[in-house]
T-cell receptor
Framework: GNSVTQMEGPVTLSEEAFLTINCTYT??????LFWYVQYPGEGLQLLLK?????DKGSNKGFEATYRKETTSFHLEKGSVQVSDSAVYFC??????????FGPGTRLSVLP | EAGVAQSPRYKIIEKRQSVAFWCNPI?????LYWYQQILGQGPKLLIQ????????DSQLPKDRFSAERLKGVDSTLKIQPAKLEDSAVYLC?????????????FGPGTRLTVL
């Protein structure tokens, strides 16, 4: 079946540090891959997505590249801010099926 | 454009009691989803509606959970009777038929604690 694995949190960084949150997946076929973000007290928001191998999704300074050979979709940001503190979810979606989410990684950015 | 609304935001009940959650999707969105998010896990789909018909309820524990979407707009999710393991955040999401299936908008969720 389909599954998503993320690095365990919490991740604590200082402001302006480099961020990487690892995500790997198992799926049949060619799923689309996503990163969602959940700020405190709010619902999930789509951060970025990629729909085929070697695509790069980007938004708000975050990037992730769809790597089919390593079944990975790692999230990166060059310089994090305090306002990036949130829980980040990696997810996949296969055609005709429903979302499969990872367990989430909590990021705390300290000033 | 108003987002997905959910109520209540928090609910505490004792086991074996009943509870209901309400969701109002974005206006015009035909597809509505209920997810269960247990602490430390990602959201898991419970049920998907398209208009007022059920598309997928394969992961809904039907012995205690029920959901309805009368008139194809608002939806209610009910748990009766609740168990300790039902403690979770219940998320509602909606999407438009005109959008790709991956464009879902999430509400803030209802946090349920079962004692």
């Amino acid at each position: 079946g389909n599954s998503v694995t993320q690095m365990e949190g919490p991740v604590t960084l200082s402001e302006e540090a480099f961020l990487t949150i690892n995500c790997t997946y198992t799926a049949t076929g060619y799923p689309s891959l996503f990163w969602y973000v959940q700020y405190p007290g709010e619902g999930l928001q789509l951060l970025l997505k990629a729909t085929k191998a070697d695509d790069k999704g980007s938004n708000k300074g975050f990037e992730a590249t769809y790597r089919k050979e390593t079944t990975s979709f790692h999230l990166e940001k060059g310089s994090v801010q305090v306002s990036d503190s949130a829980v980040y979810f990696c997810a996949l979606l296969n055609y005709g099926q429903n979302f499969v989410f990872g367990p989430g990684t909590r990021l705390s950015v300290l000033p | 454009e108003a987002g997905v609304a959910q109520s209540p935001r928090y609910k505490i009940i004792e086991k074996r009691q009943s509870v209901a959650f309400w969701c109002n999707p974005i206006s015009g969105h035909a597809t509505l989803y209920w997810y269960q998010q247990i602490l430390g896990q990602g959201p898991k789909l419970l049920i998907q509606f398209q208009n007022n018909g059920v598309v997928d309820d394969s992961q809904l524990p039907k012995d205690r959970f029920s959901a309805e979407r009368l008139k194809g707009v608002d939806s209610t999710l009910k748990i009766q009777p609740a168990k300790l393991e039902d403690s979770a955040v219940y998320l509602c999401a909606s999407s438009s038929l005109r959008m790709r299936a991956d464009t879902q908008y999430f509400g803030p969720g209802t946090r349920l604690t079962v004692l």
